[in-house]
């Protein structure tokens, strides 16, 4: 009931087009329904009338019918055009609620799921919602009010063989209600596998230049194929259950029939059935058995429907690891002065990666972070914006819990420029505005020249107004990281995290790159990652992190004479290659 609530919400918005829609399909049901008792009348009284009588009302009649259909017709297009458009609003409004959904979730949500799967459940699953949306009640209604309006005028016409015709459905009922059960599981299993076949080709086109790099495309295409042939074997055991579904209440109807024949001459033997009410009875037949054909097709958009609203439903359940607690206020005058007191932290209930941190950022000073993979360095950065949670300890900033901020406020004064770089599909001034939706031109430009990227820029053909191509496929690595720190200038945040941002740019991109990270780094609080020990030596502090934590810190001269760790690693880096 919980699951039918929520989904009744999105009719509220429409809720005038969807009782104009049931009023329209009211209409059509009853002109259906009053057709045979038109046509009884007819035979059974008018035209047993004299010529002149039935020639003066065949004109009256005729005008009458005419109408009837004309607002038969209307109805049928206010129902296929409004209601079809109700449903794609519908359809709109879910899929604006699911996109803003996952901007919500936290990392940890991206973390346990594919986006492929994630893309599923915006495409494919709410097509067939909005089609159920849609098609759902209106079939559902003009079908119930054919059926039943149906079995009242054959009630009226003779009530014996109309009971006869209650047993065979209410049969036929049962039937249908056990196979349903059956349905839901096979159109679960459905979008589960077509899920993951999107899963596997986002995962395979993505990673293209990877998959020809090494020749392995038909690996690739095995294991698509492995993905595909589990969703082949879904829809197969999908159609099996259809099939016994729509043959065994096509069986029925046929059983309905039958009944009308044998049990329609039995009367007229022995009873007071006449011919003629017979032939009523029967167009009464083929007007009860149509809406029937009807709710079984309306039986599969209604499995479709609901298991993908199911999956719907499982995302907006979904509660955001990260929010803001009860009172959060906005962060003013940001100075930039970073605690970690005590910090702890793991990933689900795995093995602490962070075990009681204590380290102090003054404001304005340039922190390094160095050690081996996984010793918990992007961690400890991703903390600081609160994409993760501490799990024991706090976080402080400005003396005050990151947690008493609001987290759009606190990633406002926070900016970072990792390995990775993402480009959005676009051009390059938007790519650059996207630290400052609302800068001008001018800014962007300026920018641009702090982030040595301008000069570049200029040389193309197109400027600033040149398309990236996706995720800047079309810029070497250098000039990609160059637009993401013009970004950051954009930002102006207090608070710099660069996330081994050199690492893989060669010598010259790093050095220029270099320059560009030393301007932005100025009068910021700058916490960088590193791997190229050559880019930190002029760090206020460099703290060289393992799994137990923090293992020494002090500044490059201090590290290299105490000859420790990073001693080690930068004479393997330097020396090592003398």
Not at 25 to 36: K, M, Q
Not at 409 to 434: H, K, M, P
Not at 461 to 473: C, I, K, L, S, W
Request: with cysteine; charged share 20%.
């Amino acid at each position: 009931m919980e699951l039918f609530k929520h989904f009744l919400q999105y009719y509220k918005p429409y809720k005038t087009v969807f009782f104009l829609d049931l009023l329209c399909a009211s209409i059509i049901s009853i002109v259906d329904l009053a057709f045979p008792l038109i046509l009884n009348f007819c035979t059974d009284n008018l035209f047993m009338q004299s010529h002149s009588k039935i020639l003066s009302t065949l004109g009256i009649l005729a005008i009458a019918l005419l109408a009837l259909y004309l607002l038969r017709s209307v109805c049928r297009y206010y129902v296929s055009a409004q209601g079809h458009i109700m449903g794609a609003n519908m359809e709109k409004d879910m899929r604006k609620d699911l996109f803003d959904q996952y901007q919500r979730l936290s990392f940890s949500y991206y973390d346990r799921h594919n986006t492929g799967v994630m893309m599923s459940r915006v495409v494919s699953d709410l097509f067939d919602i909005s089609e159920f949306a849609h098609h759902g009640p209106e079939n559902l209604f003009i079908s119930l009010v054919k059926i039943f309006g149906s079995f009242i005028i054959l009630y009226i016409i003779y009530w014996p063989l109309a009971l006869l015709l209650s047993i065979v459905t209410f049969i036929m009922l049962v039937f249908s209600y056990r196979q349903n059960k059956s349905m839901q599981k096979v159109f679960m299993d459905n979008r589960r596998k077509i899920g993951d076949v999107n899963a596997r080709l986002q995962d395979s086109l993505s990673g293209i230049r990877v998959v020809q790099s090494f020749t392995n495309e038909d690996l690739e295409k095995e294991k698509f194929a492995q993905s595909n042939d589990a969703f082949l074997a879904s829809k197969k055991s999908n159609y099996y259950v259809m099939g016994t579904y729509h043959s065994t209440n096509n069986f029925f109807q046929g059983l309905l029939y039958i009944t009308v024949i044998i049990g329609g001459g039995y009367f007229i033997a022995t009873s007071d059935l006449s011919p003629i009410t017979l032939a009523t009875f029967a167009l009464y037949i083929n007007i009860f058995i149509a809406p029937i054909e009807v709710l079984i097709e309306f039986t599969e958009m209604f499995q479709k429907g609901l298991s993908g609203f199911k999956r719907f439903e499982e995302v907006m359940k979904e509660v955001p690891d990260i929010q803001d607690k009860e009172g959060a206020r906005d962060l003013h005058d940001v100075k930039g002065d970073i605690c970690f007191d005590h910090v702890s932290f793991s990933y689900n209930q795995d093995e602490n990666v962070l075990n009681d941190v204590n380290l102090t950022i003054p404001a304005g000073k340039k922190v390094a972070l160095v050690g081996p993979s996984g010793s918990g360095k992007t961690t400890l950065c991703s903390l600081v914006s609160r994409f993760y949670d501490v799990k024991g300890g706090k976080i402080t900033l400005d003396g005050v819990d990151i947690r008493e901020y609001k987290v759009k406020s606190l990633r406002q004064c926070i900016g970072l420029v990792q390995q990775d770089v993402y480009l959005f599909t676009g051009t390059i001034e938007e790519n650059i505005a996207y630290g400052k939706l609302n800068a001008t031109h001018e800014e962007i430009v300026e920018a641009a020249k702090k982030a040595n990227i301008h000069d570049f820029i200029m040389s193309l053909p197109e400027g600033y107004d040149t398309f990236v191509g996706e995720r800047g496929t079309r810029l070497s690595g250098g000039q990609k990281q160059r637009i993401s720190i013009a970004r950051v200038f954009l930002k102006d945040p207090k608070i710099l995290i660069l996330d081994e941002a050199t690492s893989a740019l060669d010598n010259e991109s790093e050095r220029i790159i270099q320059k560009s990270l030393e301007e932005l780094s100025k009068n910021r609080t700058c916490i960088t990652i590193a791997h190229r020990l050559s880019t930190i030596r002029n760090s206020n502090e460099i703290v060289v992190l393992d799994s137990n934590g923090l293992h020494e810190r002090g500044t490059h001269e201090e590290l290299m004479e105490l000859n420790g760790t990073y001693a080690r690693y930068y004479q393997l880096q330097f020396e090592g290659l003398h």
